[in-house]
T-cell receptor
């Protein structure tokens, strides 16, 4: 089973930052945090991943707490196209068998 | 931008029939996967494939399922005798494999409806 807990749904106003929390209190020392999203019924799309340090790419930022028991995905300027289900996944580096949970359904409101 | 392509986008079949779902992974990728998503449920791992053999499979991937890379470009999932509960969206994915980047590239999916 998925080792993460996410709120089932969130809303965010268009143009604002969307902050999606994830709890992974049982994460082990060498497990990474991965974020994917699924727009409508399309295939999941990779967003970002990290181990300890905060990470940023062209899509998002990932903030991992110092104790690594939780993290936050930040979409800095949400657009309507960011409406999707966002999945927080923990796993070992190099293990491409991803265990998806139920995710957070993010709705961007115009 | 390179992408994973899947065919057919939708297939309707009768229970007990054989189905083959096809995927063309990204050309320089070495690892290939099938995942499925029953309507309204989680995305589930089925199988991973590397170097022409299965590297890992889930409990779902029983004897009625098989995978093949017949010609160096296609990657197929065969369901030998379909059941009603096989109705789902099937996603193919690939990854570079040389240096794990954390990124699987998923296709748009093939919707299988078993009647």
């Amino acid at each position: 089973d998925a080792k993460t807990t996410q709120p089932p749904s969130m809303d965010c106003a268009e143009g604002r930052a969307a902050n999606l929390p994830c709890n992974h209190s049982t994460i082990s020392g060498n497990e990474y945090v991965y974020w994917y999203r699924q727009i409508h019924s399309q295939g999941p799309q990779y967003i970002i991943h990290g181990l300890k340090n905060n990470e940023t790419n062209e899509m998002a930022s990932l903030i991992i707490t110092e104790d690594r028991k939780s993290s936050t995905l930040i979409l800095p300027h949400a657009t309507l196209r960011d409406t999707a289900v966002y999945y927080c996944i923990v796993g070992f580096f190099g293990n491409e068998k991803l265990t998806f949970g139920t995710g957070t359904r993010l709705t961007i409101i115009p | 931008e390179p992408e994973v392509t899947q065919t057919p986008s939708h297939q309707v079949t009768q229970m007990g029939q054989e189905v083959i779902l096809r995927c063309v992974p990204i050309s320089n990728h070495l690892y290939f996967y099938w995942y499925r998503q029953i309507l309204g449920q989680k995305v589930e791992f089925l199988v991973s494939f590397y170097n022409n053999e299965i590297s890992e499979k889930s409990e779902i991937f029983d004897d009625q399922f098989s995978v093949e890379r017949p010609d160096g470009s296609n990657f197929t999932l065969k369901i030998r005798s379909t059941k009603l509960e096989d109705s789902a969206m099937y996603f193919c994915a690939s990854s570079e494999g040389k240096e794990w980047s954390g990124e699987l590239f998923f296709g748009e999916g093939s919707r299988l409806t078993v009647l």
